[in-house]
């Protein structure tokens, strides 16, 4: 089992920066990807980024360019950092990581950390 706990969510003004990081703990040997997704009210969740565990990197188009996925594989630790944010970022923001031992996969997820983006 991995659980995973999500920091850094808050109320921030259309243009600033937050950064959420992730800390997973427990069965952590062999996570291949980890990253974010994000669920606003009355719509479904979506991938915001990954990042794999040999450093790939997937952003949504609505993110790429502003957001940036980072990992440190030692620390067993990712973070997001969010710049030039906008209102419609504003969601709940679900920290993720998938697990791979073939043929199984694993998927587990935060809790949730609440980013509100005001204009």
């Known amino acids: 089992q991995v659980q995973l706990v999500e920091s850094g969510g808050g109320l921030v003004q259309a243009g600033g920066s937050l950064r959420l990081s992730c800390a997973a703990s427990?069965?952590?040997?062999?996570?291949?990807?980890m990253g974010w997704y994000r669920q606003a009210p009355g719509k479904q969740r979506e991938l915001v980024a990954i990042?794999?565990?040999?450093?790939?990197?997937t952003y949504a188009d609505s993110v790429k360019g502003r957001f940036t996925i980072s990992r440190d594989n030692a620390k067993n630790t990712v973070d997001l950092l969010m710049n030039s944010l906008k209102p419609e970022d504003t969601a709940v923001y679900y920290c993720?990581?998938?697990?791979?031992?073939?043929?199984?996969?694993?998927?587990?997820w935060g809790q949730g950390t609440q980013v509100t983006v005001s204009s």
């Open positions: 993720y990581a998938k697990r791979i031992n073939s043929p199984r996969q694993y998927v587990y």
């Open positions: 427990g069965s952590i040997f062999s996570i291949n990807d």
């Open positions: 990042i794999s565990d040999g450093g790939t990197t």
